[in-house]
């Protein structure tokens, strides 16, 4: 490892770190909150001052290709725990593509007046002046998330209301499918796998050609982040399409919703049918009532009601 990997390395714990230590607080508190409570890891400060060269090569080659940086690195690393703040807080929230970019550049921003703070040597009081830029960004933040709300009613209602986002097990979600592994055709596609890909990982350590993708995943070259709307599903043909608590369950949502989407999430839907395999099947969680019905005659319907819906739909021809 060279010393700007341990240095990165570092840094990165630091960050979990931060947004465990802070990560709590409600999304709609975060909006109305006057003034910020903040939690710094005891060690940070120090860290920051004692490897300021280091922490200040890190963050001048993370600034001068933000693009990059923002799909590695620490840059990336902190637009994954604030999005993951943002969709623990409420799961249907979304962000357009210019909504994605400002998040970029407000941690971009953070990024460039800590190594101003770094750069410029300051010594006696180098705590406070620290804890001035994290409270900088909380203001920059608070005043993102206000933006966000005033720019679309949806968002606005989405941020005062929290609708949780979880992963559960392998075993649960298969067993909520009701799918038996022995049974699967390959390549198995998770649509909306979470962000640790569990069951994907499951499946391919039970040797199974495994793949998931999701809007944030730790990426592995079966584990892509791609926004389910974006796919192409004309491109692989699958043996085996799943989804536990998570296209349907939006799909859902977008469907009952004002400003939702349904029509993306209905061609979605039919190109995830499209792209079977003869004899493969689609798995999700909830059912899809208001769309089932109109499914053509080359697939077949299999509704399980047990404690939660759940729906299998095999491609005949
Ligand atoms: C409730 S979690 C379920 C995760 C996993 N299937 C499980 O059962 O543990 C819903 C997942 O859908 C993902 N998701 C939500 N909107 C998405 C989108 N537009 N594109 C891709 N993934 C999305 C979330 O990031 C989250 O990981």
Known sequence: MSPSDTTIEAMRQFLKHQFSLN???????LRRQREFVYTLHPELVDFVRD??????????????????????????????????????????????????TALIRLYADYMREMLVLLESMIETDFGSAFEGVVMNHLVALQAYVITLAAGRRQMDALIDKEVMCAEYSAELQLSVLNIDIATLSEPILDVGCGVHGTLVRYLRAAKLDAYGIDRLVHASPYLTEIDWLQMDFSVTAWGTIVSHMAFSNHFIFHHHSRDGVPDAFARQYMAMLRSLNVGGSLYYAPSLPFIEQFIPNSFTVVAHSGQFSSTQIVKLR
């Open 51 to 100: 490897h300021r060269q280091a922490v200040i090569e890190v963050i001048r080659t993370e600034l001068t290709d933000t693009e990059a940086a923002s799909q590695h690195g620490l840059l990336r690393d902190f637009l994954l725990h604030i999005q993951a703040f943002i969709y623990k807080n409420n799961q249907f929230i979304t962000f357009t593509a210019p909504e994605k």
């Open 23 to 29: 990560g709590s607080i409600p999304l709609a508190e």
